[in-house]
Structure formats: structure tokens, C-alpha cells
């Protein structure tokens, strides 16, 4: 069976395990072996998102070490990918591991980004019988390019309908420490989100972005919203065999 | 933290909430990206119409010393001048002298964002001259004593019933919030100004360097009337305004239109050199362009972040960024707002006054994916980051965190460690009670937000505990 | 200016150079096109047809006759409907031998006399091109002086067919003049307006408010 080796952002691994665990089942349905690099840590994004960029390099430095050997990566997080294969070259540029920084990105996909373009598969076995919106997580849009990979993975979700909502590629308003160091804006931005949301008539928001749905919940909760959220993972790993 | 970065924060915070303000800007925006939708269908090939944009730029700012004096020869031999201004006093001096010169009373100003950027207006009204932003947008604002809002649309944030009581109250004899009749009041006001003025000033979206021209676009045309009636004509623009042929602005003009306000094309399109010609029997008899400096020469140094200076100052980054939408043009407290406001504006006033504004993103991208000219917004926002951390001074709190975080991050034991004590304290505090107050370490995130679930066993543990005997 | 009043002048051009010492560093994404101006635009069909389209779009009167006498005498029946201002005209041979009919009982001033004043109600000229792809007109300081396209309230063009060129391509490579005869050019895309007020288009901000091209076929 082919390998993959999972990628677990800090975060997930801390505050949403049952995202890791919900990838780590829907990869081992659809015929992979799955492993589990103890030894990550972080793969640097938060101290380069703020500048940080001579703290974040030994993470970084640290990540190639620990997947050195994996053939495929994968992550259920946008933003995470994004760091390794986008940022890695520039943040280890003229270093000597700048050609190891380049050759990861190629092995390192995101959740969706793998089951369709590596796996080649949009059905597996899922079934959510509710009605769901989709938000396109920004790095998972823009700098990944990933539009129709989640959704062609929900519309093979039996029972699933999933309704798009007004303004879907508009940022949440994460942002990493933008999110609590200009809390103010962030909500402002968090709320139009649920509001768009709300109008789309879904009872649950996903995404490929765990960050942006800690943001989005939080959001909900505070609104007293009814809507909830939940991982694409999660959603695929709801198996449709009783 | 300075106090320009305090008053910022200051300031967003009341904008953010403010849900009136909101609307405004949700409904301009709306009313924007419907527009652009419609414009980007005379794009066969919207992406290469951006890269053929790009290009030209690029070959301008690449060679900007060639063609700098092209473009100074060129306007030279149509019998105008040209003074190159290190500095904005420079550029405001020669001005001011030049009117002093000419016995200048009054001036017309059409929309300048490098006058803007100079404070040109209060230096010539201390000299008892009048000036009058000619923009009806600009004339707006400047009757209520504020910047512009948005480089395009200066008057965005008003409503029209704002306006016609500042009509009222300002200009008197009009008593009504009707659009049309707000513009002839506008209008007759301003016509006034157009025939008196004995200089006119304007900016210049491009200048054009083979044949020495000032490219003006307008939709109102009030370019035309002041580069028409007044004897002199004073064109200001940034040096990174050259662009190399006449040529390129078949691309260029429809693009600016495009991005700017969703139009195929602005309704006056004006290129304008030298003072008026032999033949001509209407037109100024001197032509001065001042080429500014004013720290585009230091971004240009930066090999990085040279691309900066692409800028078509078309508006569609502020268009499209969500911080704009809720905090506003007023907030950033600079001539440049918005995304390229923020990129920029460290590098001509200083990294240090104006690190938080590249702070002061999500970096969703949005920007970078508009721009007409492909400048990666986003990433120029982060360069800015590594750049304060490197040069500037970040609070020590700060520095000190991530030196912490790299520690704590250097091994997976610590990772567990530091997030189960983490979790472990944040539940007994909020067992007591103490989300959302003071006593709340997550407090930045639960002033507005509910608290994440802190779930006792982590990913790791949960899958050693599942995947043991494998 | 003499170089030694202007320092700035050596010390801009310097610092440019030194800058550019160093290339910018480029990156750009995979899948960079070079694309042909005629791959970024559709192709124009007929262009009179695009031209007619162009003007309902942007709101320029566009009236199509079968010859410049039959212009000329669309253009009078046009002043006839509104008494209001002044008749500024340019002095171009063509429009001089239709002062009878323009200027009957109006005041009708010639651009060779200054330029449009104040009170101006109407300005009549020629046009260097028109443009099929936006519906636009092409005006130079050859065309009644700068300021006869924008002075007035209305503005009407008189052209013929043969100025019609398809697209802003060709128009700028007519355009382009080594000898730089022309001070001030203007490519007009239908008539003044403004959106500044809660984004409400209002026709006639300080240009025209009535932009009529009349195009004979002859």
C-alpha cells in the first residue's frame, strides 16, 4: 500500500485533534498507509507571518529533517501547506538547504489537494446528511490554488447539499496574531463572514483551514448562532457503510 | 508602541464597530465589483492583459534613468520645463515660487495623489492663494477639511444627504440631497474657479516618455479645463510615472478603467506637452512638470520590493481588502491607504512610524489577486514584517515570545508539555470563571470571540493510544 | 532650467542609476504569458456596428448620414433646438463654409479667435479619429484649440467613415507624431460625468453633458 505521512499542524495537534485523527481515517479507507512523524513540531508559519523570520528558519530547518524520508506529505491545513511549499524556498533561500526547501513543496499537499490530485478520487464513502456552506480559505485559494477540489469532494458526500454563500472567498479574518492583535478588525471581519453564512441557509460552515474555522466558531458562538462548523475531514470521515 | 500605531488602533477599533459605516462601504463596494464584472468581459484575456501591464512597467522602472530623460528632452523640445524635486519642500518651493512669480490668486487642482502627498494645498493658501480641488469627489472633502477616503473615490464615506448639507451650509443658495442639482451647484462653483485661475495643477496617471506627453484621466473632464484656461500648467507627478511609449497606453487606459471603477475606458482620456503650440489659439503659455523623488529612489535600492513602484494607482487593492472595508481610508492616517498604502508608506516615511499598518492584515491575498500590474501585495506586507523585526524596533514582550515559541517548538516533548500545562491552566481559570475578563490569558481572542475547545488529549497522544501494535 | 539651479536633476538620476545597479528580483508564476494585443481583446466585427453599440453603452448621440453636407445640416437642425450661449466653432475650411447656416441669428465666435468662454452653449469641430472599440473620439489641440471639446455643455464631432479605425491599438500608432505638432490630445469615451455621490451617475459633471458625433458615410 502507499505511504502517506501526516503533517499535523501545532495547533490541531493542541487545540482540534479529531481533525488529524478524521484525515488520518478517510486516507487509510481510501487505501493508504499512514504514518505518523512523532517528532514534528511546527512548521514555523506564525513566527514568519510576523516577521519572525530568523526564529521560524530552524522550524523550518527542522521540518525537512523530519519528513526528509516521506514520499507524500499530507496536511488538513491550507495555510500550513502553503508555508512549506510557498514560503520554505524564500525563508532558506542561500542557505545550503535551499534545494531540499524547493523539492518538499513537491511532496507536500493539502488534505483536498491530495485526494484529487493524487489519489485521483472525489467519492470516499461519505455521507453528511446536512445542508453545508463551503469557505475558501484564503492561502488555500490563492496560494494553492484550490477552488473546486473541496467541493467536488462534498458533492460526492451522499445526502450532503451544499449551498454556496455570498462573498465564499472573502477572508474570515484570521490571520494568525492579526487575530488577536487587531482583535477588533478580525471580528469585524469574522462577523461579516457569518452573517454571508447565515444567508446561504446551511446549518454547518466547512473548510480545507482548521484556523479559519477556530475563528469562524468562535465567531458563531458568540453570535449565538445556530450554524456550526466542521472540518472537510471531519465530514468525509463520516463513513456511509452502517 | 508610537503613537501613530496608537491612534491607528484607536481609530479601527471605532470604525470596525461602527455598523452605519459598514453599510456605506459594502454598498460602494457591491455597486464596484458589479461594475468590474461587467468590465472584465472585454477581456478576452484578463491574465495576459495583466502580464503585457506588468511588462511595460517593469521595462519603464528597470530603465527608469533612460527614460527619465526621454521624457525630459522630449518635453523640453515641445518648449516646456522640467524640475526634478528630491524632496516634497522642493517640489511645494518651486510652486509656490513660480506662483509667487506670476502674481497667482487662484489655482485649479485636478486630483493629485502626489499633491496630496506633499501638503501642496495649505503651503499655496498660506500664501493667500486659493485653491480648488476641481475633482468633484476632492472638492467634497476639501469643503469639509478631511483627506481623501479613497484615492478614486475621495467622497465614498459621505451619503448624499452629508453632502447636501455640507452644500448647503458651504456654498449656499441649495437646499436639496438630488444628485444632479448637488453636481451643477458643484459645477457652477467650480466653473468659476476654471476661468479665473491663473494656474492650473494636475497630477498625471502616466507620463510618456517617446513623445513627452502627461497622460490625465478623468470622467468628469475637469483635466481639460485646467490644462485649457490658465495661463500656466503645472504637471506633478512621481518619477515612477514614466511609462516608455504612447503606444502602451492601448493597454494601460482600458486596465486603469478596468480595475479603477469597472468602466471599458474613462470618459476623458487627456495627454498633454508644452505650453501651447504656434498655431494653437487657446491653451497655457508655460508648461512645468515636477518630477518627485520623495523616497522612490530608496524602494527602487530594494531589488525586492522594486516592483512597488509598478503601482498604476488604480484603487482595486483598497477595493478589494477587507481591512479597508472596515476600518476605512480615514484610518490609515496616510495619502496611501489601503493595501499599497500599507506596503508602501514604511518605505517613504519610515519603517518604524509606520510598521503596524503592514501589521494590520490578515494577508488573504485579495489585493495581490486584483492588481492590475501583478504586484504581490501580500508578500511585500510580509517583507515589510521581517524587515521591523530586523531594523525596527518591535516591542521587546514581543521579541521575546518568539524566542520562547522557537524553544518551545524545538521539540515535540516541550510542544506536549507547554501545551498541556497551557490547557490545563486556561480550563482551571475558566472553571473559576475568568473567560473574558481581565484574569483571562486568551483575552485578545475572547473580547470578541468564544474561547477554542481545549481538549485534554492531543493528536498525538490520541494516536499513539490508537495506533499502538502497529 | 540650467543643471546647476536644478541639483536635483544630477542627484535623482544618480541615485536611480546606483539603484539599478542591482536587477529587481523577479518572480514570476509558472504559465507567464506573452500575449499579442490581438489575443487580450475579442476581435472587432464591423466596425461602424461596434462604433453604434459603443455609443448607446457610454451615451454618445451618435448620428449617421450619407454625406457632410447632410452632417452639416444635422448639425444645424441640433443648434436650432436650443437657443442657449454661444457657438464656438473650429476654424477649419469644411466648417467655414457653413457659418451661414450655423451661425443664423446666433453669436458664433472661431477658435482661431482664443479659446471657448464662459457662457459658451455649444462647440462644434472636427475630429483627428474615432475609435470603434469604445465609441470613442479622438480630439487634438488641431481640433478648435484645447478646451473646445470640454467647455461647453455640448459638444458635437463631425467625422466620416474613413477616421474610424477599429481599435485603441491602431489609433495610438496613428497618433504617435515624431514631429509632436499637437500640445494636447484627448480620447473622449462619451460625455462628462461623475459617480462621487453614493456612487449615482450624473451626466454633465464639468465637461459636456451632450456629447453628438455625426458621422457621414461619404
Known sequence: MPKVSLFIPCFVDQLMPQVGLDMATVLRRVGYDVTFPEVQTCCGQPGF???????????????????????????????????????????????????????????????????????????????????????????????????????????????????????????????????TKFGMISSAMGDTKAGNAAKSGAEYITSTDPSCLMQIEGILRHRKSPLGTVHLASILARSAER | MTTTAQEFLRKAAEKSADMAHRQIIRKNMDSYDEAVANGRSRFQNWQAAREKCQAIKREAIEHLDHYLERFESAVQARGGKVFWAETGEQARQYIVDLAAKHNVRTISKSKSMVAEEIHLAPALEEKGISVFETDLGEFIVQLRKEPPYHIVTPAMHLSRAQIAELFKEKLGGIDTDDPEQLVTAARTTLRRAFFTAEMGITGANFLVADQGLAAITTNEGNADLGVTLPKIHVVIAGIEKVIPRLQDLAILWPVLASSGTGQPISVYNTLVGGPRGTSECAGPEEFHVILLDNGRTDLLADPEQREVLHCIRCGACLNACPVYRNIGGHTYGTTYSGPIGSVLTPHLRGLNQFQHLSYASSLCGACAEVCPVKIDLHHHLLQNRRNAVNLADRPASERFAFKMWRWSMGSAGRLAFFGAIGKFLLRALYALGAQGTALDPLRPWTKYRAAPQLPSKSFRVQWREQNAGR | MPAAENSGRAAILNRVRAALKTPAKVHDSPGHVHAGPGEIFPPIGDPLERFRSECVGNKTELIVTSSFEASLAAASSILAESQAGEIFVQDAPELRRAAAQFGAGRSLRWSCDGGPLESTGVTITLAELLVAQYGSVLISSACGGRGASVAAPVHIVLAEIDQLVPDLETAMQRTYDPASRNSYLCLITGSSRTADIEKILVMGAHGPKRLIVILSQS
Not at chain 1, 454563500?165 to 496574531?177: A, H
Open chain 1, 49 to 179: 507571518n510576523s516577521g519572525y523570520w530568523n526564529d521560524a528558519r530552524p522550524l523550518a530547518e527542522r521540518f525537512l529533517r523530519v519528513f526528509h524520508d516521506a514520499e507524500l506529505i499530507v496536511s488538513p491545513s491550507g495555510s500550513c501547506t502553503t508555508m512549506v511549499r510557498v514560503f520554505y524556498p524564500q525563508l532558506l533561500q542561500n542557505t545550503p538547504l535551499q534545494n531540499d526547501a524547493e523539492q518538499i513543496g513537491r511532496r507536500t499537499f493539502e488534505f483536498s489537494e491530495f485526494l484529487l490530485k493524487v489519489a485521483k478520487i472525489t467519492d470516499v464513502g461519505a455521507e453528511f446528511p446536512h445542508k453545508v456552506t463551503y469557505h475558501d480559505a484564503c492561502h488555500a485559494l490563492r496560494e494553492l490554488h484550490l477552488k473546486q477540489e473541496p467541493r467536488a469532494l462534498l458533492a460526492a458526500v451522499r445526502g450532503l447539499e451544499l449551498v454556496e454563500m455570498p462573498f465564499s472567498e472573502e477572508c474570515c479574518g484570521f490571520g494568525g496574531t492579526f487575530s
